[in-house]
Nanobody, 118 residues
Framework: QVQFVESGGGLVQPGGSLRLSCVHS????????MGWYRQAPGKQRGLVAA??????????NYVDSVKGRFTISRDNAKNTMYLQMNSVKPEDTAVYYC?????????WGQGTQVAVSS
């Protein structure tokens, strides 16, 4: 497997919650700092949240716009990363991708669409 596979997106009302998942079986997952990225219509893709490898204690970082609402986590045994999205807002509407941080171009997957609308 070369690319990450994202899932869990969908249509959600403002104030609702979603949990995104990301899996990759072709890398030694636990060694990498990982990130969730998003691309809204007409905008560039950008990093939303990052989580360091287990050896660094799994420290997390978030862009200001999602702090206190989103939580990034990982399960190295399952080569899987998650993004828990709470209190979503219309401006969270985007295609969400995962990748290492920094990202590697050949590993971009198809992403998962999140639409926040009433």
């Amino acid at each position: 497997q070369v690319q990450f596979v994202e899932s869990g997106g969908g249509l959600v009302q403002p104030g609702g919650s979603l949990r995104l998942s990301c899996v990759h079986s072709g890398i030694i997952f636990r060694l990498y700092t990982m990130g969730w990225y998003r691309q809204a219509p007409g905008k560039q893709r950008g990093l939303v949240a990052a989580i360091e490898s287990g050896g660094s204690g799994g420290r997390t970082n978030y862009v200001d716009s999602v702090k206190g609402r989103f939580t990034i986590s990982r399960d190295n045994a399952k080569n899987t990363m998650y993004l828990q999205m709470n209190s979503v807002k219309p401006e969270d509407t985007a295609v969400y991708y995962c990748n290492t941080n920094p990202a590697v171009d050949r590993r971009w997957g198809q992403g998962t669409q999140v639409a926040v609308s009433s």
